[in-house]
């Protein structure tokens, strides 16, 4: 069956550095992969999407990269602030989608 | 901005009731989803539609049903609830290959 991984621990970077988060997939060939950002209580915001044929997407200080190869997708923040401190989800799928377990980010001031 | 409502924002129910969570979507989207989301699970999809009338199960429909009867609005039921149906419930929309938007959540609490 289709399963998507993400670190399943707590990542703590310090302010103003680099965040890179992981999002491993297997048993798919997505067309495009998602990620997207939640807060405690709230719902998931869409945060930036990429195609099979773009190997890197950026917006303001995400960058997100896919590789089709090796099944996998990682999605960066530069210049990390304690405001980006939240749970990012990596999300495939077309029609169906599916959602990872998710990576909580902890920007430490 | 697309706005995805759900009605309620928190709900206590009793083991065996039948429960009704509504979701309204205003931008016209053909997908509609309902998740749930527990802790340690992350977000698990129940049931999707893809238009009206028309339904898919997700990985984990077995306590649910769905409806939707317009293309704005997608229902999720809870048969018979019960206790491990506690959880935050969040609906979706989006166009066909597209970002999800999402609801603001709703706690369902089966005592």
């Known amino acids: 069956s289709q399963k998507i991984e993400q670190n399943s621990e707590a990542l703590n970077i310090q302010e103003g550095k680099t965040a890179t988060l992981t999002c491993n997939y297997t048993n798919y060939s997505p067309a495009y992969l998602q990620w997207y950002r939640q807060d405690p209580g709230r719902g998931p915001v869409f945060l930036l999407l990429i195609r099979e044929n773009e190997k890197e997407k950026r917006k303001e200080r995400l960058k997100v990269t896919f590789d089709t190869t090796l099944k996998q997708s990682l999605f960066h923040i530069t210049a990390s602030q304690p405001a980006d401190s939240a749970t990012y989800l990596c999300a495939l799928g077309d029609d169906k989608i599916i959602f990872g377990k998710g990576t909580r980010l902890h920007i430490l001031p | 901005d697309v706005k995805v409502t759900q009605s309620s924002r928190y709900l206590v129910k009793r083991t065996g009731e039948k429960v009704f969570l509504e979701c309204v979507q205003d931008?016209?989207?053909?997908?509609m989803f309902w998740y749930r989301q527990d802790p340690g699970l992350g977000l698990r999809l129940i049931y999707f539609?893809?238009?009206?009338?028309?339904?898919e199960k997700g990985d984990i429909p077995e306590g649910y049903s769905v409806s939707r009867e317009k293309k704005e609005r997608f229902s999720l039921i809870l048969e018979s609830a019960s206790t491990n149906q506690t959880s935050m419930y969040l609906c979706?929309?989006?166009?066909?290959?597209?970002?999800?938007?999402f609801g603001q959540g709703t706690r369902l609490t089966v005592v």
């Open positions: 539609s893809y238009d009206v009338k028309m339904k």
């Open positions: 979706a929309s989006s166009f066909v290959t597209a970002p999800a938007f």
């Open positions: 931008m016209d989207h053909e997908n």
